[in-house]
């Protein structure tokens, strides 16, 4: 892990002279800050002697011990050596420093420390103390003599109870931490967190500066505070996590080339869009928010990845209703490329604010100019193809059969096109067209040499009998073609090892593991093959879960089979990955041909459902009409019966 | 490519694997099948069979809504093609090509179990009302057949009161 690391020391505003001292040896991964402390200049005697102590018994035996036994011995020798030299010279009396260390090993980091300098760790915005002060208050605090709230009202609040030089040795806190992708270390003397806000701090230390910038930053966050002490900072960092380009042209990208839609639109101005035949008649304004804009949010929406109108449906509606309007292609190229320019010179005003940025945006929007290009290539190749077929089809009304029984001349007029009844606008204007290779008037003029071409040798579908733009229609069939013997060898080998994996008694996958080598052959997809290998797996079976379900069970399994054992083959990638498309295609015209089967076995229910519904329909009637007979038959009975009934009363009586 | 790549690249195929131009807004046919294979390369690439309960809703909601299962079949054959086909032309990287292409398999064999389920459940419901609809028949030729006896008698009585009239 590639750590980057920097420190800073500052006097502050108040003190003459600076206390504080640092380490920072990148080569042993060893960095501490000290405040000393002590009258007569001996504060920054005791932090120096420490620190080129802890420095030189550092230096001597990394590698050779623990990092937690190295820097508690490391902090220890730098006791000891402000101790000694304490008692070496009389003023020097009492003096001592504070002194929190790191030692980096790998992605673990050792923390050392003793009074009150600071370690702090950033991750993933939330900023942790690793250590805990040695001072009086907060051993009273840890020992539950005195409440939180008061320790920073608490007279005794800066009083140290550990140092380095008050004693040879010094019990030292260690504290472990691995790094993570993203974190932030922070080794601190009280006079930064003395000064400024803790939350400031975390501000700052999240800010996502270089950690030179970061430290400098704090330094000056200290002085604004008052800048009472002597300031020192060391600030680690580990890289975050590479965040992809995708999600940086999905934000930032996406958010940069929207803010920037005004230029876009000046620069399409600029560029002539407004002038362009596509928005004659509409206001500059309106040209601009039609056009300009909807394009400007379609690229947003493809860089966004959003949901909208995107770039090629924008170009395909564009493009579609100016081609319905008898639009020419020239206007049509020459907006797409004032487009073009205003978006690559947007970019590039981005690319130099941010190298990066712009770098990521210009691919992304260079790819929906390519989108865009496509689109208007896939509606020009329609447009093509419909002509095409106009042709074919004046083509095939127009010229006359050959009998190839007579002798055939040698050379025939060619025939004149007239517009077919069925024939499309474009097709009506081609027929309107002089012919191309012969001449009218020189066919009429007597004696004039005809034009002759060469009339079909069969006929007329021997001359073009389908269209030949095949690109953007996947369900046109194309014909005559099968996978190459490679391509096959590497097919049986990946059923070869997918068989041998089922179980002796799966021969339903097995089954469907041969048919897959039959079908994979056939790149035309055959479905007639399919539905008849289909047919032999299905067999004879109930029309329920427990009759059908293993078969997609066994199209399932043998899908899984399949895919694992293509990456065993030992055959080159490009003729696996074909391989695997033959079988895949395989498959999916296999299960489609399966679940043909099912429907088929499914329709006669509804069908007998039908016939029984109209019996029951039938039947209802039948009763309702013997109910209206039985009733009128009673009723007859109850007039001839009952004579008592006055007269007109009879054949009143409600039944 | 991360799976997440691999997702942002086959999404970007979108409009023209479902040929969203010719289908307007709407959500063109075969787009829950569309959907699937991106919840499938964003899942890794596998899953338990049936587990795609997202397909399954939405294949079920087709149904629901009067679509056959012939027609949810041919539109994710369909799509299943222009898959293949634009994969083949958008990825360089073959091994990504195979990766989508395994999703699009899983896909198109869970589309083929979910459509032929339902069709089978749908038999099993016509079948269960067939029964129904012949034990009605049964209890109905009953009635008619007491009705066609009362009936005879309801004629003899009436015949018989004509004659001594």
């Known amino acids: ?655 | 490519m991360s799976d997440a790549d691999m997702y942002e690249a086959v999404s970007v195929l979108r409009d023209e694997v479902l040929d969203t131009v010719e289908h307007g807004d709407r959500d063109p046919p075969g787009a829950e099948v569309f959907d699937a294979v991106l919840r499938a390369l964003n899942a890794g690439g596998e899953s338990v069979p049936g587990l795609d309960l997202t397909l399954h809703d939405a294949i079920s909601r087709r149904l629901a809504w009067g679509d056959r299962e012939d027609v949810v079949l041919q539109d994710a054959e369909v799509v299943f093609d222009r898959l293949m086909l634009a994969v083949e032309r958008a990825f360089r990287d073959l091994d990504d090509q195979m990766v989508v292409v395994e999703s699009a398999t899983l896909v198109a064999v869970t589309v083929a179990r979910v459509v032929s389920r339902a069709a089978v459940d749908r038999a099993s419901h016509e079948r269960a009302a067939r029964l129904r609809e012949e034990m009605a028949q049964g209890k109905l030729k009953e009635v008619l057949e007491r009705q066609k006896a009362t009936i005879a008698r309801l004629e003899g009585e009436l015949r018989a009161a004509a004659y001594r009239g």
Request: with cysteine.
């Open chain 1, 1 to 655: 892990m590639k750590i980057r690391i920097a420190g800073d020391t500052n006097v502050g505003k108040v003190r003459e002279n600076n206390e504080d001292s640092l380490i920072v040896d990148i080569e042993r991964g060893l960095y501490v800050v000290l405040d000393g402390m002590g009258g007569a200049n001996a504060g920054d005697i005791a932090s120096q002697t420490a620190r080129d102590a802890i420095l030189q018994y550092v230096a001597h035996r990394r590698g050779q011990m623990e990092p937690k036994a190295l820097l508690t011995a490391a902090i220890q020798s730098g006791s000891a050596a402000v101790f000694g030299a304490a008692q070496a010279v009389r003023e020097r009396h009492g003096m001592g420093t504070t002194c929190v260390g790191m030692l980096v090993d790998g992605e673990k980091v050792t923390v050392g420390h003793v009074g009150d300098s600071r370690a702090y760790l950033l991750r993933e915005g939330r900023l942790l103390q690793l250590t805990k002060d040695h001072t009086i208050v907060e051993e009273l605090v840890g020992r539950g003599l005195l409440a939180p709230e008061d320790a920073e009202r608490h007279p005794y609040k800066n009083v140290l109870s550990r140092n380095l030089g008050a004693r040879p040795e010094a019990r030292v806190d260690i504290t472990e931490v691995v790094l993570e992708p993203g974190d932030r270390m922070m080794i601190c003397s009280d006079g930064l967190y003395g000064y400024a806000q803790i939350d400031a701090i975390q501000y700052v230390l999240g800010s996502g500066d270089a950690p030179a910038d970061v430290a400098r930053e704090l330094i000056e966050l200290a002085l604004r505070g008052g800048g009472g002490d002597n300031v020192t900072v060391i600030v680690l960092e580990t890289p975050a996590q590479p965040v992809s380009s995708t999600v940086v042209v999905r934000t930032n990208g996406a958010i940069a080339w929207w803010q920037r839609r005004a230029r876009f639109l000046q620069l399409c101005k600029d560029g002539g869009l407004t002038r362009n035949p596509i928005v004659s008649g509409l206001e500059s304004s309106e040209a601009l928010e039609l056009i300009g804009l909807s394009v400007c949010q379609a690229i947003f929406h493809d860089l966004e990845k959003s949901t909208g109108v995107n770039v090629w449906t924008f170009a395909q509606n564009l493009a579609a209703g100016w081609f319905e309007r008898d639009g020419n292609w020239e206007a049509l190229r020459s907006m797409m490329d004032i487009i073009a320019n205003a978006a690559r010179t947007v970019v590039d005003e981005l690319r130099v604010l941010d190298s990066q940025l712009g770098f990521l945006l210009d691919v992304a929007v260079s790819r929906a100019l390519v989108v865009a290009e496509l689109a208007l290539g896939g509606l020009l190749a329609e447009r093509l193809r419909a002509i095409e077929a106009d042709l074919i089809t004046l083509h095939t009304a127009n010229v006359p059969r050959v009998d190839l029984s007579e002798p055939r001349p040698r050379l025939t007029p060619m025939p004149r096109l007239t517009p077919n009844p069925r024939s499309t606008p474009t097709a009506e204007k081609i027929a309107a067209m002089p012919p191309i290779t012969a001449e009218p008037e020189e066919e009429t003029r007597p004696g004039a040499e005809q034009t002759m071409v060469e009339p079909p040798m069969s006929e007329p579908s021997g001359f073009i009998d389908r269209p030949t733009i095949p690109f953007l229609r996947p369900e046109r069939e194309v014909s005559g073609s099968h996978e190459s013997d490679e391509v096959m060898l590497a097919v049986d080998k990946t059923i070869t090892v997918a068989i041998a994996r089922t179980a002796p008694k799966a021969e339903n996958l097995r089954t469907v593991l041969s048919a897959l080598q039959q079908l994979a052959g056939d790149v035309a997809g055959n479905f007639a093959a399919a539905v008849i290998a289909a047919r032999d797996i299905y067999g004879i079976r109930t029309v329920d879960d427990v009759g059908i379900m293993p078969l997609f069970d066994a199209l399932d399994h043998s899908r899984i089979l399949v895919a694992a054992a293509v990456h065993q083959i030992q055959v080159p990638l490009p003729i696996r990955a074909r391989a695997l498309r033959a079988l895949s295609r395989a498959h999916q015209r296999l299960v489609s041909a399966m679940t043909g089967l099912v429907l088929e076995a499914c329709l006669p229910t509804a069908e007998k459902l039908r016939e029984a519904q109209h019996v029951t329909t039938e039947l209802r009637d039948q009763v309702a009409e013997a109910e209206r007979r039985r009733a009128d038959l009673e009723r007859q009975i109850a007039i001839q019966t009952d004579q008592s009934l006055p007269w007109g009363s009879r054949g009143n009586t409600e039944w």
